[in-house]
């Protein structure tokens, strides 16, 4: 495998990391608030869907990009009235949310654009194009940093930049501001922070809405940048792989990055590898397909230790009088 063939790699695994990585850090926001969120992927699905419909009907990928985040933020609404106020069970909440994305987006897309549950095709000013950074043409013929700096770094979309750098706000929100470490105390112990005059149901609805504003930048993404429109399910299971991210990372950002990115890595090398021989066998396609899903099953099983979630985690919190 030659350099180049490595930088390219490397490229597609930033691709297929950042709606990864959008979605675990938004189930690390709600879940160090003490509420398990397993209905990322239905809320990436319908924001992947709203944000093409829109920029598809308008032209317009910012217009798109905010019908996606809406409907994201509709979906954690529901979640959170659920979970919250009515204290309802959460995993049951996401299960629902899930089905509900699933069925309500192939229902409306046929509906609206009968193209068979999915969306037309996006062109230009409907998708997010890539941004070359400074000076990348230049530096592109310099020995192994030109390439790393003109491929590698530079020619992402701005959402791929946005996910990263939600990466350090992420890590300094939780352990730098007030917000943040009364964030992980409701995860902990909601009692004492509601004893300091502390709203535990506010600080919990603030964490779901910024799930819901993480999973819609991820699946407007997925629509509008990894992808030119919305087909039925084309999350595949992405939300379920950020889970396993964030329980490999044991809900710490910067780990999560680095997990989302092995996901990534796994995601890139079967797309670029298939009918491979080896000792005279070829791989089927399906095999190489498959290989992300079963290596997560690996790592959580064998590489992820203890991990111990927030200890109020699932628990509906009840004001004592």
């Given at each position: 495998?030659?350099?180049?063939?490595?930088?390219?790699?490397?490229?597609?695994?930033?691709?297929?990391?950042?709606?990864?990585?959008?979605?675990?850090?938004?189930?690390?926001?709600?879940?160090?608030?003490?509420?398990?969120?397993?209905?990322?992927?239905?809320?990436?699905?319908?924001?992947?869907?709203?944000?093409?419909?829109?920029?598809?009907?308008?032209?317009?990928v910012w217009l798109g990009l905010l019908a996606g985040i809406g409907?994201?933020?509709?979906?954690?609404?529901?979640?959170?009235?659920?979970?919250?106020?009515?204290?309802?069970?959460?995993?049951?909440?996401?299960?629902?949310?899930?089905?509900?994305?699933?069925?309500?987006?192939?229902?409306?897309?046929?509906?609206?654009?009968?193209?068979?549950?999915?969306?037309?095709?996006?062109?230009?000013?409907?998708?997010?194009?890539?941004?070359?950074?400074?000076?990348?043409?230049?530096?592109?013929?310099?020995?192994?940093?030109?390439?790393?700096?003109?491929?590698?770094?530079?020619?992402?979309?701005?959402?791929?930049?946005?996910?990263?750098?939600?990466?350090?706000?992420?890590?300094?929100?939780?352990?730098?501001?007030?917000?943040?470490?009364?964030?992980?105390?409701?995860?902990?112990?909601?009692?004492?922070?509601?004893?300091?005059?502390?709203?535990?149901?506010?600080?919990?609805?603030?964490?779901?809405?910024?799930?819901?504003?993480?999973?819609?930048?991820?699946?407007?993404?997925?629509?509008?940048?990894?992808?030119?429109?919305?087909?039925?399910?084309?999350?595949?299971?992405?939300?379920?792989?950020?889970?396993?991210?964030?329980?490999?990372?044991?809900?710490?950002?910067?780990?999560?990055?680095?997990?989302?990115?092995?996901?990534?890595?796994?995601?890139?090398?079967?797309?670029?590898?298939?009918?491979?021989?080896?000792?005279?066998?070829?791989?089927?396609?399906?095999?190489?397909?498959?290989?992300?899903?079963?290596?997560?099953?690996?790592?959580l099983a064998g590489f992820v230790g203890k991990a111990i979630p927030p200890r109020a985690g699932g628990q509906p919190y009840v004001k004592?009088?």
């Open positions: 495998m030659d350099f180049l063939t490595i930088i390219q790699l490397l490229d597609s695994t930033v691709r297929l990391a950042t709606p990864l990585l959008l979605a675990c850090l938004a189930g690390l926001y709600s879940e160090r608030a003490g509420i398990f969120d397993i209905g990322l992927e239905g809320k990436m699905l319908m924001a992947a869907f709203f944000s093409a419909a829109v920029a598809a009907v308008t032209g317009n409907s994201s933020l509709v979906l954690a609404g529901l979640h959170g009235v659920a979970s919250i106020t009515f204290r309802g069970n959460q995993l049951i909440s996401g299960v629902a949310i899930n089905f509900l994305a699933a069925g309500m987006t192939v229902l409306i897309a046929q509906d609206w654009f009968q193209q068979g549950g999915r969306t037309p095709s996006l062109f230009s000013g409907g998708r997010f194009g890539p941004i070359t950074l400074p000076f990348a043409d230049s530096l592109a013929g310099v020995p192994v940093l030109g390439p790393i700096y003109a491929e590698l770094l530079s020619g992402h979309s701005i959402l791929v930049y946005i996910a990263f750098l939600a990466v350090p706000a992420t890590w300094w929100i939780l352990s730098r501001t007030r917000f943040g470490l009364r964030l992980r105390a409701v995860g902990e112990n909601p009692a004492a922070v509601d004893t300091a005059g502390v709203s535990v149901v506010g600080l919990r609805y603030a964490a779901v809405m910024i799930c819901g504003l993480l999973c819609g930048i991820a699946g407007a993404y997925l629509a509008t940048a990894l992808q030119a429109g919305f087909v039925k399910d084309m999350t595949a299971g992405r939300g379920f792989i950020a889970l396993a991210a964030l329980i490999f990372a044991k809900w710490r950002p910067w780990h999560a990055m680095g997990a989302c990115l092995l996901f990534g890595l796994l995601q890139a090398v079967a797309l670029r590898f298939q009918n491979i021989e080896l000792g005279g066998i070829t791989i089927p396609v399906q095999a190489m397909d498959a290989l992300p899903y079963v290596l997560t099953v690996v790592i004592e009088r």
